[in-house]
C-alpha cells in the first residue's frame, strides 16, 4: 500500500499536484496525525520558518518562483553549494519530481523537501528549541543547524549556564532585599561595605572585579538585567554554546570593572550590566553582520534599542538623579555599561561561532583579537601603576 506524506504548507490543498513518496505505515500513521490533529498548525509553522531562507537565497529575481534549472545548477555546485544537509541534496538530486517542474513556488518547494525527507518534521520539543535558536540563527544556516545540532546532538550540552547565573543573582538580591534596608521606589540601598560590590578603595580584593555582577541596586535593575541576559543570552548559549557565552558575559564583566576604574576611579559598582551589555553587543554584531539574513532584523534592532536605553537612563538616573543615604559620596558607576559592550563587540567577533567566513571576516577577526589584549592589558597596567587611585583600606 503506498501513503501519500501531506503538504503542511499554506495555500496547497491537493496533494496530487506534486510527485508522492512512498513512507512506511508508521509515517504514514504519523502523517495522518500531522493532517487531521491539533498541532498541524505548529509543525507547519516551524517547517515554513526553517526553509523559507532557503527559497529566498534561490529566488534571485524576487518573482516567488524557483526555475528548476536553477536549482539544479545550485545543487550540483560544489564552489558556491547552498546551504542543504548533504541527504538532502543528494536525494533531491535524485528525485524524479526535479525533472518535470519548470519552476517551484515555496509550497511545492517545501512539498519536495518533505518527500525527499520523509522525517522532515520535528517534535514539540525539538520545535520549541528551534525556535529560540531562530532567534540567532541567518536564515540559511537553519536547516544544517536543525540536522547537525537539535537531530544528532540533541542540544547537549542544555543552555543551562546563564540560567544558572540568574538564580544565583536573584537569590543574592533577595538576600540583601531581607536584610539591608531599602529606599524609596525602585532603588535598593547597597552595603557598601560588603564583601561582592566593587570598591574603589578596596582595589586589591581582586574577586570584586567579577563579583559585583551579583548586586544589584533595585528590583528594577535586576529586573532589566534579568530580562534582557535570558531574552538574549538563553538563544545565543544554545547556538554558541556555553564554552563561548561563558566567556564574553564573564569577561564583559571584568571589562566593565577594569573601564570604571580607567575612566571613573572614584565610584562603586553594582549589577550585571556589564555582562549584559557584553551580549547585547555580540548579538547586535551577529545580527548587522548577518543583516540580510536575519529575520526581522529592524524590529530585532529597534527593540534591544529600546531596552538599552531604558537601562541606560536608569542607570544614570541612579547617578546623577536620585539623592537617597550617601548619594554624593559614594557614586555608583554606570560606565561598566560601555565598556561591557565594547568587550562584548571584540569578543563577539573573535569567540563566537562564525557560519560563513569571508576575507574580511578573518581580517576584522585578528583586529577584534589584538585589541581585546592591548585594552585589556592597559587597563591591568594602569590598575597596577597608576598612582591617584583612592586611598587603598587594604
Same mark, same amino acid.
Given at each position: 500500500?503506498?501513503?501519500?506524506?501531506p503538504?503542511?504548507?499554506?495555500?496547497?490543498?491537493?496533494?496530487?499536484?506534486?510527485?508522492e513518496?512512498?513512507?512506511t505505515a508508521k509515517q504514514?500513521?504519523?502523517a495522518?496525525h500531522?493532517?487531521?490533529?491539533?498541532?498541524?498548525?505548529?509543525?507547519?509553522?516551524e517547517?515554513?520558518?526553517?526553509?523559507?531562507?532557503?527559497?529566498?537565497?534561490?529566488d534571485k529575481?524576487k518573482?516567488?518562483?524557483v526555475?528548476?534549472?536553477?536549482l539544479?545548477?545550485r545543487?550540483?555546485?560544489?564552489?558556491?553549494?547552498?546551504?542543504i544537509?548533504?541527504?538532502?541534496?543528494?536525494?533531491?538530486?535524485?528525485?524524479s519530481?526535479?525533472h518535470?517542474?519548470d519552476?517551484?513556488?515555496?509550497?511545492?518547494?517545501?512539498r519536495l523537501?518533505?518527500n525527499?525527507a520523509?522525517?522532515?518534521?520535528?517534535t514539540r520539543?525539538?520545535q520549541?528549541?528551534?525556535?529560540?535558536?531562530?532567534?540567532?540563527?541567518p536564515?540559511?544556516?537553519?536547516?544544517?543547524?536543525?540536522e547537525s545540532?537539535?537531530?544528532?546532538?540533541?542540544?547537549?550540552?542544555?543552555?543551562?549556564?546563564?540560567?544558572?547565573i540568574t538564580?544565583?543573582?536573584?537569590?543574592?538580591?533577595?538576600?540583601?532585599?531581607?536584610?539591608a534596608p531599602?529606599?524609596?521606589?525602585?532603588?535598593?540601598?547597597v552595603?557598601?561595605?560588603?564583601?561582592?560590590?566593587y570598591n574603589?578603595f578596596?582595589?586589591k580584593?581582586?574577586?570584586?572585579l567579577?563579583?559585583y555582577?551579583?548586586?544589584?541596586?533595585?528590583?528594577?535593575?535586576l529586573?532589566?538585567?534579568?530580562?534582557?541576559?535570558v531574552?538574549?543570552g538563553? #538563544?545565543?548559549?544554545l547556538?554558541?554554546? /556555553?564554552?563561548?557565552i561563558?566567556p564574553?558575559?564573564? !569577561? %564583559? +564583566? $571584568?571589562?566593565?570593572?577594569?573601564?570604571?576604574?580607567?575612566?571613573?576611579?572614584?565610584?562603586?559598582?553594582?549589577?550585571?550590566?556589564g555582562?549584559?551589555?557584553a551580549?547585547?553587543?555580540?548579538?547586535?554584531?551577529?545580527v548587522?553582520?548577518?543583516?540580510?539574513?536575519?529575520?526581522y532584523?529592524?524590529v530585532?534592532?529597534?527593540?534591544w534599542l529600546?531596552?538599552?536605553?531604558v537601562?541606560i537612563?536608569?542607570a544614570?538616573?541612579?547617578r546623577?538623579?536620585?539623592?537617597?543615604?550617601?548619594?554624593n559620596?559614594t #557614586?555608583i558607576g554606570?560606565s561598566?555599561? /560601555?565598556?561591557?559592550?565594547?568587550c562584548?563587540?571584540l !569578543? %563577539? +567577533? $573573535?569567540?563566537?561561532?562564525?557560519?560563513?567566513?569571508s576575507?574580511?571576516?578573518r581580517?576584522?577577526?585578528?583586529?577584534c583579537?589584538?585589541?581585546?589584549i592591548?585594552?585589556?592589558?592597559?587597563a591591568?597596567?594602569?590598575?597596577?601603576?597608576w598612582?591617584?587611585f583612592?586611598?587603598?583600606?587594604?
Amino acid at each position: 500500500m503506498t501513503h501519500v506524506y501531506p503538504y503542511l504548507g499554506p495555500h496547497y490543498p491537493h496533494p496530487g499536484d506534486v510527485t508522492e513518496a512512498a513512507l512506511t505505515a508508521k509515517q504514514a500513521a504519523e502523517a495522518d496525525h500531522l493532517q487531521n490533529g491539533a498541532h498541524r498548525k505548529d509543525f507547519r509553522k516551524e517547517f515554513e520558518r526553517r526553509w523559507k531562507g532557503i527559497f529566498r537565497s534561490l529566488d534571485k529575481e524576487k518573482t516567488g518562483k524557483v526555475p528548476m534549472t536553477y536549482l539544479k545548477q545550485r545543487l550540483q555546485d560544489s564552489d558556491q553549494p547552498i546551504k542543504i544537509p548533504s541527504a538532502i541534496r543528494e536525494s533531491l538530486l535524485a528525485n524524479s519530481a526535479l525533472h518535470k517542474e519548470d519552476h517551484l513556488d515555496f509550497p511545492k518547494f517545501l512539498r519536495l523537501i518533505e518527500n525527499v525527507a520523509p522525517g522532515a518534521h520535528l517534535t514539540r520539543f525539538q520545535q520549541v528549541v528551534a525556535d529560540l535558536a531562530y532567534n540567532v540563527l541567518p536564515l540559511t544556516d537553519r536547516p544544517e543547524f536543525v540536522e547537525s545540532e537539535i537531530r544528532q546532538f540533541n542540544c547537549r550540552p542544555p543552555p543551562v549556564f546563564l540560567l544558572i547565573i540568574t538564580l544565583v543573582e536573584i537569590a543574592v538580591y533577595v538576600y540583601y532585599s531581607v536584610t539591608a534596608p531599602v529606599g524609596q521606589g525602585a532603588i535598593l540601598d547597597v552595603d557598601l561595605s560588603g564583601p561582592l560590590i566593587y570598591n574603589p578603595f578596596r582595589r586589591k580584593e581582586v574577586w570584586r572585579l567579577l563579583s559585583y555582577m551579583l548586586v544589584h541596586s533595585g528590583y528594577w535593575h535586576l529586573i532589566m538585567n534579568m530580562v534582557s541576559q535570558v531574552g538574549i543570552g538563553i #538563544p545565543l548559549e544554545l547556538v554558541h554554546k /556555553f564554552w563561548r557565552i561563558g566567556p564574553v558575559y564573564l !569577561l %564583559g +564583566v $571584568v571589562a566593565g570593572a577594569l573601564g570604571t576604574s580607567v575612566t571613573d576611579p572614584n565610584v562603586f559598582l553594582a549589577g550585571a550590566s556589564g555582562g549584559v551589555y557584553a551580549l547585547i553587543a555580540a548579538y547586535l554584531a551577529h545580527v548587522v553582520i548577518n543583516w540580510k539574513e536575519i529575520e526581522y532584523n529592524w524590529v530585532r534592532l529597534v527593540g534591544w534599542l529600546v531596552v538599552v536605553g531604558v537601562d541606560i537612563g536608569v542607570a544614570l538616573y541612579t547617578r546623577y538623579g536620585y539623592h537617597g543615604p550617601n548619594w554624593n559620596v559614594t #557614586p555608583i558607576g554606570y560606565s561598566a555599561h /560601555f565598556s561591557g559592550a565594547l568587550c562584548g563587540f571584540l !569578543l %563577539g +567577533v $573573535v569567540i563566537l561561532r562564525c557560519f560563513e567566513w569571508s576575507s574580511w571576516e578573518r581580517i576584522l577577526w585578528w583586529i577584534c583579537l589584538v585589541l581585546t589584549i592591548s585594552l585589556f592589558t592597559f587597563a591591568v597596567f594602569w590598575n597596577i601603576f597608576w598612582p591617584k587611585f583612592p586611598p587603598q583600606a587594604v
